[in-house]
């Protein structure tokens, strides 16, 4: 089957004006006025996954969406979506859009709101009379219905804008930072939302820089770096599966097992009677439970650590950086 | 066109939230009162006050709306990003514009409406109550509590045949407000041009400049048979335009292109032949160029809007 997302090549390079402001300055530019936003990006994303958009700031995620929803226009390369050109109406009917930061009219109520989106995705009276109850109360927003946006808190418009991404029941749901400014609460329920539509076969792509959501929830990601593409795959694909370390949590050891643990362990902490340590080699994270387990302390826990997605991120992004700086180094020395 | 609408009624929302709006409109009301106090302090020529400074208030306020409501819509949209979630549904850049443009001009149809019901109250009020007519009034002997009657009856009866005129759009009316409802959709046509102006000018600069510029066609537009004739004084005196110097060479160039690229508004103003209580000729024609002019506009802006990358 098709990829319902298929970019290739794509390319984005901004052009800075030569009078403009930075920092609330005027700032004349006459050279320097190209920046790469997004460099020949090849990507695709599968019908029915949760496909993660990750990456520093700056990175090129959010100008991959923009220009897949229209809004912003690529200097190089395609881009389809269900097969289709980008701009297609017929395809932007079947898809959901939360932008980052999303700002919309607030003197609307949120039933009003909610309206005025049902009406540009051409749905009739009766079905928005429907839908519309249905998705305040799917994101919790049910007593807020007849409040005016401007005096929702940041997580309730972002949840406002999530029910407006889903008002078309989408094919394609893209999601801009969707977690940004959530507490912990608001980035649950975003999640779940996902993980729901994703169980009604729905395809979300969004991007995010809040990796442990991203992990727990992605089937796919794609990681860019300065508009490059630096990995994509699924999750067991990149994440190695070797166990990085061990962690042995105990309380009470006995004097001579915690001399060896602060021998072989890399990393011990010390807490009130706890004690946290992580092992290199399964042989001494072994060694230590097994007299544990012989009365020489209590055994509170054993967890072997995988990599995770922070970790693979940050060793993928500082690697790049790496190899940046020595080429730099190279160039100047010539 | 039901996306257009919902966005122009949407438009039409937000624009009469506008603080703006209410002090435009406040003005409006004190220049028409003005219009009045300042008819009664003249010698002769009273009714050509009231209807001369009448018509041009309504006219100016309008533009006012036109220029600093307008200039802001768009802007605001694209500054604040509301834009990112209404172009990525399934409607074209060019159904937005026009949804701004049809929500602009409904706003502004509404307040010359207003605007319009007022002015024609305070007409048919004055009618009522003109000094020949309180002189005859006190001649017959009614004073004190019956003046009072016959003031609240005067301004029942102008309340009720300015409602009568505007409802029936200018078919109903007496020869005090003749042509008033005439000058009124003259102003709407005119209106229809600033505002794709005001559009244009919105949708790719800030609404400072956007005003500016609006400002200047409305003022060019005015000026136009002016700036045309001024040309050809210059272009006659010198002989020809072969033989007109540096500077009035350029000058001459840029009258008649100012002429020729801004529309020319003098086609909406009847204003002398309203002041002088003859009804204006509203012909197909100033009808034709409106709607043509302000669709041309339209198109520009469509096609530089359909370019623009949204920040």
Same mark, same amino acid.
């Given at each position: 089957m098709a990829p319902i997302i298929q970019i290739r090549g794509l390319s984005k390079v901004y052009v800075q004006d030569v009078i403009g402001t930075e920092h609330g300055r005027l700032k004349i530019r006459l050279k320097d006025r190209r920046r790469v936003a997004l460099e020949n990006l090849d990507l695709d994303v599968e019908e029915g996954q949760i496909f993660g958009l990750l990456g520093p700031n700056g990175a090129g995620k959010t100008t991959t969406i923009k220009i897949l929803m229209g809004l912003h226009f690529q200097t190089a390369g395609t881009a389809t979506m269900m097969g289709r050109p980008l701009g297609d109406n017929a395809v932007k009917g079947q898809i959901g859009f939360l932008p980052e930061n999303p700002f919309f009219y607030?003197? #609307? $109520?949120g039933e009003e709101f909610l309206n005025f989106y049902g009406q540009l995705y051409g749905m009739t009276g009766a079905a928005r009379r429907k839908r519309i109850p249905e998705l305040l109360d799917l994101v919790g927003l049910s007593k807020a219905?007849?409040?005016? #946006?401007? @005096?929702?808190s940041k997580g309730m418009l972002q949840r406002a804008g999530l029910a407006q991404a889903l008002l078309n029941d989408p094919r394609l749901v893209i999601l801009d930072?969707?977690? =940004? @400014? #959530?507490?912990p609460f608001g980035r649950k329920e975003v999640r779940d939302i996902i993980l729901r539509l994703k169980e009604q076969g729905k395809t979300v792509m969004f991007s995010s820089h809040i990796l442990a959501d991203a992990e727990m929830i992605c089937d796919r990601v794609a990681i860019l770096h300065l508009g490059r593409l630096i990995a994509e795959g699924h999750l067991s694909e990149l994440l =190695? $599966?070797?166990?990085?370390e061990y962690e042995v949590q105990m309380r009470n050891p006995a004097a001579d097992l915690l001399a060896f643990v602060h021998k072989a362990a890399h990393k011990v902490v010390d807490s009130k009677g706890d004690h946290f340590a992580s092992f290199k080699a399964e042989r001494d994270a072994l060694e230590v439970t097994r007299r544990l387990a012989s009365g020489e302390g209590t055994l509170m826990a054993y967890v072997p650590r995988r990599e995770s997605l922070e970790d693979y991120f940050i060793r993928e992004i500082e690697g790049k950086r790496a190899q940046e700086r020595a080429q730099v180094g190279k160039e100047n020395a010539t | 066109m039901s996306k257009i609408f919902a966005i122009a009624v949407n438009t039409f929302k937000e624009a009469v939230r506008n603080r703006v709006l209410y002090v435009l409109l406040f003005f409006a009301v004190l220049i028409l009162l003005g219009a009045w106090v300042a008819s009664s302090l003249a010698i002769f020529g009273q009714e050509k006050i009231v209807r001369d400074l009448g018509v041009g208030a309504i006219n100016i306020i309008s533009v006012l709306i036109a220029v600093f409501v307008g200039v802001g819509l768009v802007y605001n949209d694209l500054d604040k990003k509301t834009i990112y979630t209404i172009v990525s549904k399934p409607i074209s850049r060019w159904h937005f514009l026009v949804g701004k443009f049809l929500g602009l001009l409904l706003t502004i149809f509404v307040n010359i409406l207003l605007m319009t019901f007022f002015f024609l109250l305070v007409l048919y009020f004055r009618e009522y109550t003109k000094d020949t007519v309180l002189d005859q009034l006190a001649m017959d002997g009614v004073q004190g509590f019956s003046l009072l009657v016959y003031y609240l009856k005067s301004a029942a009866l102008a309340l009720a045949k300015a409602f009568a005129t505007v409802l029936t759009l200018g078919l109903y009316n007496t020869p005090v407000t003749q042509g008033i409802m005439e000058a009124s959709f003259l102003t709407m046509l005119e209106m229809t041009i600033i505002t794709a102006f005001a559009v244009l000018f919105s949708s790719f600069s800030s609404p400072t400049l956007s005003a500016f510029l609006t400002v200047i066609i409305f003022l060019i537009g005015r000026a136009n048979h002016d700036l045309y004739n001024f040309a050809h004084l210059l272009q006659h005196r010198a002989g020809?335009?072969?033989?007109?110097a540096g500077g009035q060479f350029l000058t001459y160039w840029f009258s008649i292109a100012a002429c020729h690229v801004a529309p020319n508004l003098e086609f909406f103003n009847q204003r002398e032949a309203i002041a002088a209580l003859q009804r204006p000729e509203v012909g197909l024609y100033p009808i034709l160029y409106g709607l043509a002019y302000a669709a041309g506009v339209l198109t520009i802006a469509t096609v530089v809007f359909n370019r623009r990358n949204f920040k």
């Amino acid at each position: 089957m098709a990829p319902i997302i298929q970019i290739r090549g794509l390319s984005k390079v901004y052009v800075q004006d030569v009078i403009g402001t930075e920092h609330g300055r005027l700032k004349i530019r006459l050279k320097d006025r190209r920046r790469v936003a997004l460099e020949n990006l090849d990507l695709d994303v599968e019908e029915g996954q949760i496909f993660g958009l990750l990456g520093p700031n700056g990175a090129g995620k959010t100008t991959t969406i923009k220009i897949l929803m229209g809004l912003h226009f690529q200097t190089a390369g395609t881009a389809t979506m269900m097969g289709r050109p980008l701009g297609d109406n017929a395809v932007k009917g079947q898809i959901g859009f939360l932008p980052e930061n999303p700002f919309f009219y607030d003197y #609307l $109520t949120g039933e009003e709101f909610l309206n005025f989106y049902g009406q540009l995705y051409g749905m009739t009276g009766a079905a928005r009379r429907k839908r519309i109850p249905e998705l305040l109360d799917l994101v919790g927003l049910s007593k807020a219905a007849n409040i005016p #946006l401007r @005096g929702y808190s940041k997580g309730m418009l972002q949840r406002a804008g999530l029910a407006q991404a889903l008002l078309n029941d989408p094919r394609l749901v893209i999601l801009d930072e969707p977690q =940004s @400014g #959530l507490d912990p609460f608001g980035r649950k329920e975003v999640r779940d939302i996902i993980l729901r539509l994703k169980e009604q076969g729905k395809t979300v792509m969004f991007s995010s820089h809040i990796l442990a959501d991203a992990e727990m929830i992605c089937d796919r990601v794609a990681i860019l770096h300065l508009g490059r593409l630096i990995a994509e795959g699924h999750l067991s694909e990149l994440l =190695s $599966t070797r166990i990085d370390e061990y962690e042995v949590q105990m309380r009470n050891p006995a004097a001579d097992l915690l001399a060896f643990v602060h021998k072989a362990a890399h990393k011990v902490v010390d807490s009130k009677g706890d004690h946290f340590a992580s092992f290199k080699a399964e042989r001494d994270a072994l060694e230590v439970t097994r007299r544990l387990a012989s009365g020489e302390g209590t055994l509170m826990a054993y967890v072997p650590r995988r990599e995770s997605l922070e970790d693979y991120f940050i060793r993928e992004i500082e690697g790049k950086r790496a190899q940046e700086r020595a080429q730099v180094g190279k160039e100047n020395a010539t | 066109m039901s996306k257009i609408f919902a966005i122009a009624v949407n438009t039409f929302k937000e624009a009469v939230r506008n603080r703006v709006l209410y002090v435009l409109l406040f003005f409006a009301v004190l220049i028409l009162l003005g219009a009045w106090v300042a008819s009664s302090l003249a010698i002769f020529g009273q009714e050509k006050i009231v209807r001369d400074l009448g018509v041009g208030a309504i006219n100016i306020i309008s533009v006012l709306i036109a220029v600093f409501v307008g200039v802001g819509l768009v802007y605001n949209d694209l500054d604040k990003k509301t834009i990112y979630t209404i172009v990525s549904k399934p409607i074209s850049r060019w159904h937005f514009l026009v949804g701004k443009f049809l929500g602009l001009l409904l706003t502004i149809f509404v307040n010359i409406l207003l605007m319009t019901f007022f002015f024609l109250l305070v007409l048919y009020f004055r009618e009522y109550t003109k000094d020949t007519v309180l002189d005859q009034l006190a001649m017959d002997g009614v004073q004190g509590f019956s003046l009072l009657v016959y003031y609240l009856k005067s301004a029942a009866l102008a309340l009720a045949k300015a409602f009568a005129t505007v409802l029936t759009l200018g078919l109903y009316n007496t020869p005090v407000t003749q042509g008033i409802m005439e000058a009124s959709f003259l102003t709407m046509l005119e209106m229809t041009i600033i505002t794709a102006f005001a559009v244009l000018f919105s949708s790719f600069s800030s609404p400072t400049l956007s005003a500016f510029l609006t400002v200047i066609i409305f003022l060019i537009g005015r000026a136009n048979h002016d700036l045309y004739n001024f040309a050809h004084l210059l272009q006659h005196r010198a002989g020809g335009v072969e033989n007109l110097a540096g500077g009035q060479f350029l000058t001459y160039w840029f009258s008649i292109a100012a002429c020729h690229v801004a529309p020319n508004l003098e086609f909406f103003n009847q204003r002398e032949a309203i002041a002088a209580l003859q009804r204006p000729e509203v012909g197909l024609y100033p009808i034709l160029y409106g709607l043509a002019y302000a669709a041309g506009v339209l198109t520009i802006a469509t096609v530089v809007f359909n370019r623009r990358n949204f920040k």
